[in-house]
Nanobody, 123 residues
Framework: QVQLVESGGGSVQSGGSLRLSCAAS????????MGWFRQAPGKEREGVAR???????TYADSVKGRFTISQDNVKKTLYLQMNSLKPEDTAMYYC?????????????????WGQGTQVTVSS
């Protein structure tokens, strides 16, 4: 079965950087659409970035120019490089996957989810 395990979260000061990783198993990784989502306390889950099997990427406006999504198909790992972090980036970050390669950033479209990794940015 599909398994997604996130890592790399932590606490940083405003302006700092973190790199999140998502190790995938249980399916043909390269054929899936992969995404990063986040959920802050009291808020709905929102899409951050996604990459499909063709390498096409989409970013939320709030992270464009600061975050970069990438993947290693050999290692079956998804990454999110986060630079110039802001306090409003504080949230639980989730990795998600789905075989429908055309998906964008709507959380409800994705069928498989990891458990999340916490990112906290202090001012």
């Amino acid at each position: 079965q599909v398994q997604l395990v996130e890592s790399g979260g932590g606490s940083v000061q405003s302006g700092g950087s973190l790199r999140l990783s998502c190790a995938a198993s249980g399916y043909t990784y390269s054929r899936y659409c992969m995404g990063w989502f986040r959920q802050a306390p009291g808020k709905e889950r929102e899409g951050v970035a996604r990459i499909n099997k063709y390498g096409s990427t989409t970013y939320a406006d709030s992270v464009k120019g600061r975050f970069t999504i990438s993947q290693d198909n050999v290692k079956k790992t998804l990454y999110l490089q986060m630079n110039s972090l802001k306090p409003e980036d504080t949230a639980m970050y989730y990795c998600a996957a789905d075989p429908k390669w055309w998906l964008l950033l709507r959380p409800n479209d994705y069928n498989y989810w990891g458990q999340g990794t916490q990112v906290t940015v202090s001012s």
